[in-house]
């Protein structure tokens, strides 16, 4: 039977579980799951204003030129 692999989101939770209740610290538990660390401490950035201003130019254009 094959094992189904667990995303990287859900192998962060399962290391923040792990180490947050004590049996293992977080580069263990990355070590254990094969979750890079800096997968781990990663934080998705929102976008910036110089591209909400690209998403809302292009935007425009599209209604303005809807073919």
């Known amino acids: 039977?094959?094992?189904?692999?667990?995303?990287?989101?859900?192998?962060?939770?399962?290391v923040r579980r792990l180490s947050s209740s004590g049996v293992c610290s977080v580069r263990a538990g990355c070590r254990i799951l094969r979750?890079?660390?800096?997968?781990y401490r990663y934080?998705?950035?929102?976008?910036?204003?110089?591209?909400?201003s690209l998403h809302q130019r292009l935007a425009a254009l599209s209604r303005k030129h809807p073919r």
């Not at 979750?35 to 997968?39: D, E, P």
């Not at 934080?43 to 909400?52: A, I, V």
């Open 1 to 14: 039977m094959r094992k189904k692999a667990l995303s990287p989101a859900a192998r962060r939770e399962e």
């Open 35 to 39: 979750l890079a660390r800096s997968s």
């Open 43 to 52: 934080r998705r950035r929102g976008p910036s204003d110089q591209r909400k």
